[in-house]
């Protein structure tokens, strides 16, 4: 093993002590520069350094939140599993996105037939009634109401046309022809599309002195607007100006979730003008003016209409609620732990092996630099059995080095000198170290692999371990004990901890 | 393993031949000899020289004193199951005003929803029940509050039936993954011994055993903690795959070592047989062996002690779990290579 003393290991360990060291220190010195407070939490973190996020992402049990799993059931027709689970990834990242969580994560999972969704910060109660809400898109026309003063159509309240979402098989946002803007594609199935084409005629023929060419001339009439949600309530108090105006405004699926009967939410999708009847059942809503919608635009009135109805039915699996005090408590007492039984092990590794195990120490904090560095750059998501893996791959960093120490002292006894014993026991107890860290390092893959879901993570903090604990019980040690052996002061064996089996 | 002065001019660095010189002090028999002799080995006036192989029928007979047992509760009652295993609704609370455990399962009773109730100690309670829909579980929170008094809500775990089964299926699959994987790493390594594959094929399957046996081990003593003693601690969640899983890979490591050791010493001794080369292995990485376990177990023990609620139960099992690995690896995995071996002769 040409590893110790040479010039591309040292720099290797170098960089990646001078990496950890960044990665780690990051916060302090993101808080430092900024002028936060070096500790609690600051408004403005997580530190970015141009668009790289460096900090240790809580798993629900440490940050509190919610997890719910749901299992997809009633999957339509002539679309793919796959199609229709990302489909309803996007409807719920959207309804979800309206409630402000920092980071949802929202992931498939299973045969595609599967959805985990984690929110930081939010109640079971209010996750589930957004994410599972079952709202019912309309279409209103407009009648003549001269005492309504305001909402989007001043002297005209809406009146539901029994045309719903139910009626939509798909909405979605294309280029228009033109190639320039975006418009929404809308498809209704075979008795939306009777009943879409006769409230588009009706529409027309309601204000016939409108030219179908010009979008800036219209009437009231001839609009079609698209709601969540809009009751027949909503449209009796459509003489309250305040009332219509808040209604007209852009939807709010987080208020729609979780409203009691007195709220008031914004329920409008949008209000288009009908240009000619529509026969087919394929609409295009335009965004009017000459460069249409933007791409964004387009694609959250496709969502918000499609979001109307999910693709599949939703059956809860399982729901974790975890308040942020129990995480709170949590953390802190692992970390206790942890460092309760780091230290234990390094008074320990100090007293028994000495100036060896003094370095070893030295060598385990290095590979807890690396570890934390490499969890907040992959990132890892850090759950409290991830700690926990974390806390025994030290034991293995560890054993590796009981392997090196206890094989130093045979060779001493058998004769050989401190420096070539140092060496003779790194080579003799390698094939020992490198075929249990293998051993383990094929069994994290399969749990990470084919393991159950709640393994995968852990498997994960336990496999960074492993290699971190390579690196630095074989060549941080190693190194460290033959840069301290060159300098002869502490060739004694009495420091080396041999001493005490003297043979009488 | 020791030497004296004279002894050290002309050895040839593995100390095998001097310690088989040595004559035999009384073999120590019992489990509970052999933890003190780290201490033997910090000052001894001689080395102990254990006697790890004669003995092993009793060593084989102490493993399946706990797994025959383990067995039985598994096979007789079953688990106790935690929430995310057995499904249902979870409540984790903390009532500051410190109710009786009666007066939170009076109110409890009252909701029909067929609750159980657990003191955590100091005001805190966990309340198990059918699983509730999210109405009811408000209707059910509502209450509490009405009923009992005003509570923090700590955790709330909601679990329908159909995980358990899967995450099990899974587990069971990823075990008989690694073992396939593990039997095929270990004859590959070892099939340099003289012997050849058969000889390799004989180490794999020797730590394949004591790799069933740790996880039969840790299965069974929660068996019996769950259905025999009916302790919460016993119970099956995720969190004890996870534990059981991680054994898997702590027990061949091991092992690993031990066989490390024999392959070594079978190079290096021609004139020993393959019995005592392998209690020779044991004793030289018989230190090493409770070191690094001794350090885990310290860990593990702190976070038994002061770890929160949640990780106990997975610390205990991760506890037993490396104390069998290391037992297993010393005690059943060496000597049944020596068993296998004398079925099969190889030279």
Known sequence: MQLVLSWPVRLL????LLFSLFVDGAGYWYRIANHYPLTGNVAGLPPNFGGWQLYFHKGLDLAGGTHIEYQLTNFPAGQTRADVQQKTITVIAKRVNSLGVSEPEIRGAGNNDRITVDLAGVT????????????????????????????AQAGYKPQLTGLTGDDISSATAVIDQSGIGWVVNIQFSSHGADLFGKLTTDNVAACPGDPNTSIAANCAQRHLAIWLDLSPNDIANWEDTAYASKVSLNYDTACLATATPTTICPKMLVDAVTLQPILGGNAVITGGGSGGFTQQAAQDLATGITAGSLPVDLQVLSVQQVGSTLGAQSVKLSIAAGLLGLSIVVLFMIIYYRVPGSLASLALLFYAGVVFATFKVVPVTLTLAGITGFILSVGMAVDANVLIFERFKEEVRAGRTIP??????????????????????????ILAGVGPNAVKGFAITLLIGVFASLISSIIVTHNLLAIVMAGGRFRRPSLMGVDRVRST | MLRTETSEAEDDGTGVEELEEQPAEEPTTQLKAVVPSVEAQLAPPRVRKIDFVGRRNWYFAFSLLIIIPGIFFMAHSGFKLGIDFAGGTEFT???????????????????????TVISTGGGGYIIRTLPLTPALQKGFETDLTNKVGPYELQQVLEVGGTIAGETIR?????????????????????????????????????????LLHDVFLLTGVFAILGTGLNLRIGEINSLFVTAVLTVV????????????????NLRVSQRLSFEQVVNISIMQTLVRSIITSFTVVLVLVAILVSGGDTLKGFALALLIGIVSGTYSSIFNAAPLLVVWRRLQPLR
């Not at chain 1, 360990?13 to 990646?16: D, H, M, N």
Request: glycine fraction near 10%.
């Open chain 2, 93 to 115: 609370v903390n009532f500051p005003s410190q109710p009786s455990q009666a007066q939170v399962e009076a109110a409890v009773a009252s909701e029909n929803a067929g609750g």
């Open chain 1, 124 to 151: 079971a109660d209010q996750a589930q009634k957004v994410i599972g809400a079952v709202n019912r898109l309309v279409y209103t026309t407009w009648v003549k109401d001269d005492k309504v003063t305001g909402g």
């Open chain 2, 170 to 210: 899974l587990a069971l699959f990823s075990v008989f993954l690694a073992a396939i994987v593990i039997l095929g790493l270990l004859t590959f390594w070892f099939r340099n011994v003289p012997g050849g594959w058969r000889a390799g094929f004989q180490f794999g399957g020797s730590a394949l055993a004591a």
């Open chain 1, 13 to 16: 360990i170098i960089g990646l």
């Open chain 1, 420 to 445: 070539a014993a140092v060496d003779a026991a790194v080579r003799r107890a390698w094939p020992a170290i490198w075929n249990s860290n293998v051993s383990t390092i094929f069994t994290c893959l």
């Open chain 2, 249 to 264: 890979g702590f027990s061949v490591h091991d092992t690993i070592v031990v066989f490390d050791r024999i392959r070594e």
